[in-house]
């Protein structure tokens, strides 16, 4: 029973973040860009208020997936660089955290370019 409700809490925190940007692109002009911008900040935002653990605690998967998720070990590995290495680690702890996402995201849209033919929108 307890997984059940597991998948439940992930399900609805996950859904919530998805039927947001739809509402975001449907009701305003805002482009994907932004909002995939404002999505990563809320991240950032709710790891520097120090929440972001008690919603993952409860969401799992529900947020650390999403784009907020990302965020979020942007900003816990930067706090985390500024504490060992100071002021430097503003720029290298983020990326620290979240290189191996990254990495992944290069190299399977490198895989993919050369899989699949690109074309435009008409």
């Known amino acids: ?22 509402v975001l692109i449907i009701t305003t002009n805002i482009t994907s860009a932004r909002i995939l911008v404002t999505f990563v900040l809320i991240g950032v935002f709710l790891e520097a208020i120090d929440v972001f653990d008690y919603i993952s605690n409860f969401a799992k998967a529900g947020i650390n997936v999403p ?12 706090i985390g660089a500024v ?12 990326l620290t955290a979240t290189a191996g ?4 995201a290069i190299g399977f849209a490198f895989l993919f370019g050369l899989i699949f033919k690109s074309h435009t929108k008409k």
Not at 67 to 78: C, N, P, Q, V, Y
């Open 67 to 78: 784009i907020i998720g990302f965020g979020a070990s942007l900003a816990k590995g930067a």
């Open 101 to 104: 996402g990254i990495a992944a």
């Open 83 to 94: 504490k060992t290495h100071g002021f430097l680690g503003i720029f290298t702890g983020g």
């Open 1 to 22: 029973m307890q997984i059940f409700l597991d998948y439940l809490c992930v399900f609805l925190v996950g859904g919530f973040v998805c039927m947001l940007g739809e």
